[in-house]
């Protein structure tokens, strides 16, 4: 059947079949060929995904075992939409085709519909090698190139169109290494990093031991290095003396107006309690602000979250004995003090090194992090309005256990980076998207790139309405100062969407633990309070059924039927917090086993101590003794000494006397006579 131009008065599947002959999928003699090659990859592979899932359906083959990366992210496309419905699938596919050219109908010749039936997986290319250009609304524009990097990914490139910074970044969900200009930093980990107006701020940091307390810029728009020498401070406003900053390591970094806070860290002189330092941008000077109420022990290795604009929200680290913290500590910037927060609920154990973010200004996670003896992947949700710790049910591909990551959040999505497992360096890049809690990887590398690290940073930066990860050193065996950058695309945010239509209704409760037994323990009190209905209905007696009639009777038993269907559903929802408090349990046992293996592992530091102090002892007991006996030795050499003296004295007396009549003699003294 001949039909009119797509519009967007066609029904969906009118409209599919439209924009996927626009597109180029089907094979029709009509459809515009090559401009599926004017998207973005990560679109022409939805595109795909969504053509395929509408015209055949879920993905039901093998994933291709031949390492090619297009086929594998094909694949990897159409597999991850599930049991989407066809109708669905069609929807979205018009959708984003609108989203990506909103005039995209006006362009489609008349055709004739008809099914769709290449199912082949090469029915998509990403590149078009007969056209060197791609004719628009009578304009050419320059194709984009795919291009195989390296490692098998795909990245889209402007022919005819060269960009400086960030903005020459054209693949994404890849780390790229950028051509970076100007003297860079020495090589660090366990540094803080911060972005204030296109500009990346490095401080302080580990190096070969060494703690370090330069400040570091890197323009983000020229990828230019250069280094801020600071002025002389004031120690604050109270005390106006010139104020240097000490080498530090593993302290935080937070943009705060027009200064940069730096709060805690490792240092060689450590004081007793937290200090928080400022950096005026403008003036170029350090100083410190004096705070009130009682602020948190020194530590390192702590997370420091920006809630809102004036409040920073402190947890867990580790002290300047070694050890491990899990308190939590508020500090608010307007008034400046600090405030010890005694939470509900179970909070993480104690650890350092992990990654915190908040969600939706309410919700504090925490992920990750490592003790003495091990490292963790449990994450741990802080609500801030009840002050209550949970531990939410994590989904899709959970991230392996490490410590010393970076994480820095884009929306709802939370991306995390780097790492290390006590063994070696995490290799995968992974997001959380925050409303569904459900795990996706993002790219991987290998375990030798600095990426793989630990201690290193990351931050985002915005450039023509794109987010940009940029991340800077690290240590894998060895220490890094090169800089990678990380455009994400925008299907995680699609695919967390569908994911909260497919998400029950208990994974957004987990959110407020508190609130969901409530619930439940609400319908488990209204089914009793049913079943007291039932039991009233029950006794009943069939005089008064008589009197109200048939209709009554309908009624009495549909109000019975509801109360059942009520009284299954608090059973359920039991069960369901049965479940919870079973897994709760089990989690616990997990913690449990955890501090066991560190109190093991602290047990065998202690003996290794106690071994130790027992040699020195024994050590100390022998010198002790030697040192006797050179005592000794030392009165019998005086002793000898003194009767050598005494034995040459007396023999000289002797000589003298017994050579007195010569000397005399030759003297001219006759002898005396006897």
């Not at 990897?76 to 066809?86: D, R």
């Not at 741990?380 to 990551?405: K, N, Y």
Request: negative net charge.
């Amino acid at each position: 059947m001949a039909l009119a131009r797509a519009s967007s008065g066609l029904a969906y599947p009118q409209r599919f079949y439209a924009a996927a002959s626009y597109v180029g999928f089907g094979g029709s003699p009509n459809s515009s060929k090559g401009v599926i090659s004017k998207f973005q990859n990560d679109t022409a592979l939805l595109l795909y995904g969504l053509y395929q899932q509408a015209t055949v359906g879920p993905c039901n083959i093998p994933k291709p075992r031949a390492w090619n990366p297009v086929e594998q992210s094909k694949w990897t496309s159409w597999h991850g939409l599930g049991n989407m419905a066809s109708t669905e699938a069609m929807r979205l596919f018009v959708k984003i085709l609108e989203e990506e050219e909103p005039g995209w109908y006006s362009n489609v010749p008349e055709f004739v519909i008809e099914p769709i039936v290449d199912v082949e997986m090469n029915v998509i290319s990403l590149e078009n090698p007969k056209s060197e250009s791609v004719t628009q609304n009578g304009n050419s524009f320059p194709e984009p190139k795919a291009i195989i990097t390296e490692n098998g990914s795909m990245e889209t490139q402007d022919k005819d169109v060269v960009l400086e910074g960030l903005g020459s970044v054209g693949v994404y969900d890849q780390w790229v290494q950028p051509s970076i200009s100007g003297q860079r930093p020495k090589a660090r980990y366990e540094h803080a990093a911060a972005v204030v107006q296109d500009k990346m701020y490095i401080f302080g940091g580990n190096h070969n031991g060494r703690y370090l307390n330069d400040l570091q810029v890197l323009d983000l728009r020229s990828l230019t290095w250069s280094r801020v020498e600071a002025k002389a401070g004031t120690e604050s406003l109270e005390s106006p003396s010139p104020v240097r900053m000490a080498p530090c390591a593993g302290h935080s970094l937070i943009t705060w107006e027009n200064k940069l806070i730096s709060i805690a860290g490792h240092m060689k002189d450590p004081s007793e309690t937290v200090t928080v330092k400022a950096f005026d941008l403008q003036a170029c000077t350090w100083s410190t602000l004096k705070t009130y109420g009682k602020p948190p022990v020194s530590r390192g290795g702590q997370s420091v979250t920006l809630v809102g604009s004036t409040t920073l929200v402190m947890f867990g680290g580790e002290d300047a004995k070694r050890a491990l913290l899990n308190d939590l500590h508020i500090l608010d910037l307007e008034t400046m003090t600090w405030d010890e927060i005694d939470a509900v609920g179970v909070p993480p154990s104690p650890r350092s090194d992990h990654a915190a973010a908040v969600h939706a200004e309410r919700f504090l996670l925490i992920f990750g992090g490592g003790s003495h003896a091990t490292c963790f992947n449990d994450l741990h949700v802080l609500d801030l309005q009840t002050m209550e710790w949970s531990r939410p049910t994590q989904q899709g591909d959970i991230p392996s256990p490490r410590a010393g990551h970076a994480g820095v959040t884009v929306g709802e999505n939370w991306f995390i980076a780097g790492g290390g497992n006590n063994k070696s360096g995490v290799s995968e890049t992974v997001v959380l998207n925050m409303s569904t809690l459900v795990w996706s990887v993002v790219t991987t590398v290998q375990e030798r790139v600095p990426l793989a690290s630990e201690g290193l940073s990351l931050v985002v930066s915005s450039n023509n309405g794109e987010d940009i990860l940029v991340s800077f050193g690290g240590y894998n065996g060895r220490y890094s100062n090169e800089v990678y950058v990380i455009k994400p695309s925008h299907k995680f945010t699609l695919q967390s969407k569908m994911m909260e239509r497919a998400v029950p209704d208990g994974v957004a409760a987990l959110h407020n633990p508190t609130n969901a037994a409530r619930e439940v323990e609400s319908e488990i009190e209204a089914g009793q309070e049913g079943n007291i209905r039932e039991i009233v209905v029950d006794n009943i007696d069939s005089e008064s059924l008589n009197v109200k009639g048939e209709e009554n009777k309908e009624r009495i038993l549909a109000a019975l039927k509801a109360e059942k269907e009520e009284l299954e559903a608090s059973l359920t929802k039991e069960q369901l917090l049965s479940l919870q408090l079973k897994q709760e349990l089990a989690e616990a046992a997990t913690r449990n086993t955890d501090l066991v293996k560190e109190l093991q592992s602290v047990r065998g530091q202690l003996a290794a101590e106690q071994s130790r102090c027992f040699k020195l002892e024994v050590d100390v007991a022998e010198l002790r003794q030697k040192l006797q006996t050179m005592e000794t030795l030392q009165k019998e050499l005086e002793l000898l000494q003194r009767q050598k003296a005494a034995s040459e004295q007396a023999a000289l007396n002797a000589k003298r006397q017994s050579s007195g009549g010569v000397w005399g003699w030759l003297a001219g003294t006759p002898a005396l006579e006897s």
